[in-house]
């Protein structure tokens, strides 16, 4: 839990007047259970998505693929149901994903069921990355908001543009485009929301081409997370010399530091449970002049405690951006919220590095006055 001291350094307007102004970027978390709903909203999040797998949908095609995570989703529709109306409850909305990379035949009518019973319960919206589904299931349910998932890759206006075309309200970008690439996605997509990722789990691969599942660690967790000891011999055959190995050994110490900081510093938290890792806070004023709808906790398999600090992260940060601090102000006010400035200063950490360049020259001067 965050401690007092922190809490009173944070933006103390958290009303859902406030959160609703018209305009106002929106703070998207993630929730696998009910009660969750209730302490995010009242720490600022606007909008809420999950994952639901039923036990029926297991049964049959014996996995857990309804979305890319076997592990932080609903079980049952009455739990699913529940956290709808307590989202509805609190001024919230709530999208359920649906952003496996492809469906059977089979699979595609059963998700069919599972859209006909989220939409019937009063579900907002539907994450999705095969297009097809979305062009599918903007004829079957024309008034329902598709988002586009970041596993669709869409990186450029061009994507952008034909993913509104085929139905979508909303696309979430993948973890990796430059603030220029989102911002220029926003500013030529008129009509066509754009969310970006914001805090918490990176992704060392390009998420849309990968064909795997986050196992939970029991099974072995992600296989990207694998690590492997390097042995090195020349082409033609033999041995590097040791300066060379010297320096292919420093890349692979250098390679192994920068994996830890995309998952999220080994998942370290402050004593307040502040939680380290993949952050674009410091970018938040960018983003939200650059035309940035909403901005994405990742974690749904986080534990309450890591949602509910990095909701009142987020809020505190942007609740300081939209008041017009200058970019200096609210970047100096997140890195000492942990504080986290050594762990910035690599840049590993950054969603999108690219701002610590453009403020550190401020920062540096501000410091020495």
């Not at 590097?240 to 510093?265: A, G, H, I, M, V």
Request: net charge negative.
């Amino acid at each position: 839990m965050i401690n007092e001291d922190s809490e009173q350094r944070m933006s103390p307007d958290h009303s859902l007047a406030a959160r609703l102004q018209t305009g106002s970027m929106r703070i998207v978390a993630p929730v696998v259970k009910v009660e969750e709903v209730e302490v995010l909203a009242e720490a600022g999040a606007n909008e809420f998505y999950c994952g639901f797998v039923p036990d029926d949908w297991v049964a049959r095609f014996r996995a857990p693929n309804l979305n890319r995570r076997p592990s932080g989703n609903f079980r049952s529709h009455a739990e699913l149901e529940q956290a709808v109306r307590a989202a509805h409850r609190h001024g919230c909305s709530i999208t359920l994903a649906l952003n496996a990379q492809s469906y059977t035949g089979e699979q595609g009518d059963a998700l069919l069921s599972v859209v006909d019973t989220f939409l019937d319960m009063g579900g907002d919206a539907l994450i999705v990355s095969d297009l097809e589904l979305l062009a599918e299931l903007h004829v079957r349910a024309p008034s329902a908001r598709i988002h586009v998932s970041s596993v669709a890759t869409c990186r450029n206006p061009s994507a952008a543009a034909f993913c509104k075309e085929l139905g979508a309200a909303r696309l979430i970008l993948p973890r990796d485009v430059t603030l220029s690439e989102a911002c220029e996605i926003a500013g030529e997509a008129p009509g066509l929301e754009v969310e970006a990722f914001i805090l918490n789990d990176g992704c060392i691969f390009e998420e849309g081409a990968c064909a795997t599942l986050h196992l939970p660690q029991r099974l072995g967790g992600p296989i990207c997370m694998e690590n492997y000891a390097n042995h090195y011999k020349r082409r033609g055959g033999g041995h590097p010399n040791e300066t060379f190995l010297d320096k292919l050994r420093e890349n692979d110490q250098e390679y192994k530091k920068w994996l830890w900081y995309r998952f999220s510093c080994g998942f370290t938290t402050t004593e307040a449970g502040m939680p380290f890792g993949p952050c674009g806070l410091c970018a938040l004023p960018a983003l939200l002049n650059g035309g940035i709808a909403a901005v994405k906790i990742a974690g749904r398999e986080a534990p309450t405690a890591r949602k509910l600090a990095s909701v009142r992260m987020v809020r505190s940060v942007l609740d300081r951006a939209e008041a017009g601090e200058s970019r200096e102000q609210v970047m100096r006010f997140a890195q000492e919220l942990r504080p986290s400035v050594e762990h910035c200063k690599t840049g590993y950490m950054c969603y999108y590095p690219e701002v610590l360049g453009t403020c550190s020259h401020d920062l540096a001067e501000s410091a020495a006055d």
